[in-house]
C-alpha cells in the first residue's frame, strides 16, 4: 500500500513537473507566434530608449561592455 | 466521393496558393516603402552637476525583403559642473585652475596663488553623432549587418564600424549572433593632453599633442524562443582597449593625511591596456496575453580589478486602448579598480615626484570607486494615428564609497515618438 501511495505521489509530482516545465518550455508552432512579434517582445526595448539608457550608464559607471558591442565613443563626464 | 473530396481538397490548396502568390508582390510593395523614424528629446540632470540636453533623429527605411537601411543623427549639448578628482581644500579659498572637458570655464594651469585646485569645476560641451546602417538578409535562415558611427566633441572624435551576423537554427526558435566591433578614438583635450602623473602646477613642460585609444569588442548570443509568450537570450562579450585611457581632466591629489592639507596635484594616470568581459541574460515573459514582464542582468569583470552586477526589470501593463505604462527598477553595483585612490598619502611615500613607494597607476575618478547605483523608472506610451509615443521619467541615485563626491541624484525625462510611413 505504502509503495502504491508512492507510485501515486510520484506520479503527480512528475505530472504537475511536466505542467510546470510546459510552462516555462513549450515552443509554439511557427504559426503561433504573433504574440512573440509584438515591438513590445523585442528584447532591450525601444531602440531610442536603450540607445540613451546605454549613453548614461557609459558615463556614470565603469562597466562598459555587455549587451551591445561598439556604439558612438565619447570623452563623457 | 473519396475521390471527390481528395479533389476538393487539391482545389482548396490550388486556391489558398493563388491567393499567397497574388498577395505577395502587394506585401512587397508595402514593405517595399516602409520607412520609420523615431524622434527623441531627453533631457538628463544632476543634482548641482552635469546637465544634458540631447536630440535625436533616426531613420529606418525598408528598401525590400532582403535590405533594411537605417541612420541617426544625435545632437546633444553639456554644461555644469563635474569633479576633477582634486579634493575639497580644508579652507574655503579655492582656486579654479582647469576645466573637465570642451570649453568655458576657467582655463589654464598655473597662476595659484594658494595651490588649491577646484575639486568641482565648471564646463561646457557639445557632441553631434552620426550613425549609418546595413541589414541583409541572404537567405531565409542568414542574416548580416553594417554599422559605421562617427561622434565628434569639441575635445573628443570617434570613428567605428560593427560588423554583425545571425544563423536561426531549430525551426526559427533559435538565433545565434555574433559582431565585432572596432573603433579609433583621438582625444584633444582643450588645453592639450598632459603628462600622466605630470604635475598640475607645472607649466606643462610635457603636454602631448593629442591622445589616442583603439578598442576592438567581440560579441556572441543566443536566443531562445521559450513559449508562445516567452524568450530568453544569453550572450557574452569581450573588449580590448588599448591607448591612452586616463581622463586628461582628472587629477589626484597628494595630501597630509591627518590635516587634509594638499600638498601636490597630478594628472592621473591609467593603464594603456583594459581588458573587458561580460556575460549577461535577459528574459522576456507575456502575462495574461497583455503585460510583459522583462528582467535581465550582466556580470562584468575587467583587468583594471572592477567586478559589476546589474539586475534591470521592467513591468509593461496595456491600459484600455493603445495605452500602456511600464515600471523601472535597475541595480548596480560595482567593485573598485585596483589603481582608485580617492588621494595619494604623502606620510606612505606616494607623491608620484619625489615619494619613494609611489603607485604604478592612480586615478581618483569616481566613476572607478566601489559603487550602488539604483534607478527607478516610469513610462507611459500610446498608439495614435500619427504613430507611438512614449514618454518616460527616470531617477538615479549613485553612492560611491570614497572622495568629497561619492553621491549623486540623477534625473531623465525622455520623449520620444516613432512615426510609420508605409504607402497604401
Known amino acids: ?7 501515486i505521489f510520484m506520479s503527480f509530482a512528475t505530472l504537475s513537473g511536466c505542467a510546470n516545465m510546459k510552462e516555462f518550455y513549450a515552443p ?22 536603450a540607445g540613451t539608457d546605454d549613453h548614461v550608464y557609459f558615463s556614470k559607471e565603469a562597466a562598459s561592455i555587455g549587451h551591445t558591442i561598439g556604439g558612438g565613443g565619447c570623452g563623457c563626464n | ?11 482548396l490548396l490550388a486556391v489558398a496558393t493563388g491567393v499567397l502568390l497574388t498577395q505577395a508582390p502587394k506585401s512587397a510593395l508595402a514593405i517595399a516603402e516602409d520607412l520609420d523614424m523615431d524622434i527623441s528629446y531627453m533631457e538628463y540632470r544632476e543634482d548641482e552637476r552635469v546637465r544634458v540636453r540631447e536630440m535625436d533623429v533616426g531613420v529606418k527605411w525598408y528598401y525590400n525583403d532582403d535590405n533594411i537601411f537605417s541612420g541617426k543623427v544625435i545632437t546633444d549639448s553639456i554644461t555644469g559642473a563635474t569633479p576633477s578628482g582634486a579634493l575639497k581644500p580644508p579652507s574655503a579659498a579655492s582656486q ?31 557632441r553631434v553623432a552620426v550613425f549609418a546602417g546595413w541589414d541583409h538578409t541572404f537567405d531565409r535562415l542568414y542574416r548580416g549587418n553594417v554599422n559605421a558611427v562617427f561622434s565628434n566633441e569639441d575635445d573628443y572624435q570617434s570613428y567605428g564600424l560593427n560588423l554583425g551576423g545571425s544563423r536561426e537554427f531549430n525551426n526559427k526558435l533559435t538565433t545565434l549572433e555574433a559582431g565585432v566591433g572596432g573603433s579609433y578614438d583621438l582625444i584633444t583635450a582643450a588645453d592639450g593632453i598632459q603628462k600622466e602623473f605630470g604635475n598640475v602646477l607645472d607649466d606643462r613642460p610635457d603636454a602631448y599633442e593629442d591622445g589616442e585609444k583603439m578598442t576592438i569588442d567581440l560579441g556572441v548570443s543566443l536566443t531562445q524562443i521559450l513559449t ?16 591612452y585611457l586616463s581622463d586628461p581632466y582628472k587629477v589626484v591629489t597628494v595630501v597630509d593625511a591627518v590635516t587634509r592639507e594638499p600638498q601636490n596635484y597630478y594628472h592621473e594616470k591609467r593603464p594603456n591596456d583594459h581588458r573587458r568581459s561580460a556575460i549577461f541574460a535577459d528574459y522576456n515573459r507575456l502575462r495574461e496575453f497583455e503585460d510583459v514582464v522583462s528582467v535581465g542582468y550582466r556580470f562584468f569583470w575587467d583587468d583594471w580589478g572592477i567586478k559589476a552586477h546589474t539586475l534591470d526589470m521592467r513591468y ?48 581618483a575618478d569616481y566613476r572607478l570607486d566601489d559603487m550602488t ?9 500610446m498608439s495614435g494615428s500619427l504613430g507611438n509615443v512614449f514618454v518616460r521619467y527616470e531617477i538615479m541615485r549613485q553612492i560611491g564609497t570614497h572622495g568629497d563626491y561619492r553621491q549623486l541624484t540623477a534625473q531623465l525625462f525622455q520623449v520620444v515618438w516613432t512615426l510609420d510611413f508605409v504607402k497604401q
Open chain 2, 1 to 11: 466521393m473519396q475521390l471527390k473530396k481528395k479533389q476538393s481538397l487539391a482545389e
Open chain 2, 228 to 243: 508562445r509568450g516567452s524568450l530568453i537570450k544569453v550572450g557574452t562579450s569581450h573588449g580590448l582597449v588599448r591607448g
Open chain 2, 373 to 381: 547605483n539604483y534607478t527607478l523608472g516610469a513610462k507611459f506610451g
Open chain 2, 316 to 363: 509593461r501593463h496595456d491600459l484600455r486602448g493603445t495605452q500602456y505604462i511600464t515600471g523601472h527598477v535597475r541595480l548596480y553595483k560595482q567593485s573598485a579598480a585596483d589603481f582608485y585612490h580617492a588621494y595619494l598619502d604623502e606620510a606612505k611615500n606616494q607623491d608620484p615626484e619625489i615619494g619613494s613607494n609611489p603607485p604604478s597607476y592612480a586615478s
Open chain 1, 1 to 7: 500500500m505504502k509503495k502504491l501511495s508512492f507510485l
Open chain 2, 96 to 126: 579654479t585652475l582647469t576645466t573637465p572637458s570642451g570649453v568655458g570655464g576657467a582655463t589654464g594651469f598655473g597662476g595659484s596663488t594658494n595651490n588649491y585646485l577646484q575639486p568641482l569645476v565648471d564646463f561646457v560641451d557639445r
Open chain 1, 28 to 49: 509554439p508552432e511557427p504559426w503561433e507566434r504573433d504574440l512573440l512579434a509584438q515591438d513590445k517582445m523585442i528584447i532591450g526595448g525601444h531602440p531610442a530608449e
